[in-house]
């Protein structure tokens, strides 16, 4: 599903792949499901930089598996392993009959996820969140969550303003 819901708002991204190798989800001994593809994004509104942060998606979103997907259905033969997996979330590119292909969010993509994580804003307090989202108001890691979300969230308010915010709002709720 392609959408133009950021830009005609004057919001627009820059990534960078960042190999899973050297992301925050590097796990050792991984198994294939552990890997995801990253970046580190930056978005800007009328081109000022308003947040940076990382952004992944898990091997769902390798292209490989989907390209793969399509080829087996036109009738040829292409099978998508572990190893094109990895290959994908180590380099950010997949092989397509054109070559090598990058593989990168799309702004509204980024922007759907981060207005999500700004929804706490919208709570009193760590306790209203966590009851509303199912964590636990004990938890510690539930708090730096909250926390993280509520950074994020602040940083979207004061750099697009709440007008905005409330439109993205509105636009992402059947994304």
């Given at each position: 599903m392609k959408t133009n819901i950021c830009q005609p708002l004057g919001i627009t991204m820059k990534s960078v792949f960042v190999p899973w190798s050297q992301s925050r989800n590097k796990k050792d001994n991984p198994k294939v499901r552990d890997y995801s593809l990253n970046w580190k994004v930056t978005i800007l509104y009328n081109d000022r930089e308003i947040l940076t942060t990382d952004?992944?998606?898990g091997i769902g979103h390798c292209k490989t598996r989907l390209v793969n997907k399509r080829m087996?259905?036109?009738?040829?033969y292409c099978i998508a392993d572990a190893d094109a997996i990895i290959k994908e979330c180590e380099t950010g590119k997949y092989y397509t009959?054109?070559?090598?292909?990058?593989?990168?969010?799309?702004?509204?993509?980024?922007m759907y996820c981060?207005?999500?994580?700004a929804g706490v804003i919208d709570h009193s307090c760590f306790e209203d969140w966590a009851n509303d989202y199912g964590y636990d108001t004990d938890s510690r890691s539930a708090e730096k969550v909250y926390r993280e979300c509520l950074a994020i969230g602040l940083k979207l308010r004061n750099?697009?303003?709440?007008?905005t915010?409330?439109?993205?709002?509105?636009?992402f709720?059947?994304?």
């Amino acid at each position: 599903m392609k959408t133009n819901i950021c830009q005609p708002l004057g919001i627009t991204m820059k990534s960078v792949f960042v190999p899973w190798s050297q992301s925050r989800n590097k796990k050792d001994n991984p198994k294939v499901r552990d890997y995801s593809l990253n970046w580190k994004v930056t978005i800007l509104y009328n081109d000022r930089e308003i947040l940076t942060t990382d952004y992944m998606a898990g091997i769902g979103h390798c292209k490989t598996r989907l390209v793969n997907k399509r080829m087996a259905y036109s009738g040829g033969y292409c099978i998508a392993d572990a190893d094109a997996i990895i290959k994908e979330c180590e380099t950010g590119k997949y092989y397509t009959s054109l070559g090598l292909i990058a593989n990168t969010p799309t702004v509204d993509d980024v922007m759907y996820c981060l207005v999500l994580d700004a929804g706490v804003i919208d709570h009193s307090c760590f306790e209203d969140w966590a009851n509303d989202y199912g964590y636990d108001t004990d938890s510690r890691s539930a708090e730096k969550v909250y926390r993280e979300c509520l950074a994020i969230g602040l940083k979207l308010r004061n750099g697009i303003g709440d007008k905005t915010l409330a439109v993205l709002q509105e636009a992402f709720q059947d994304y």
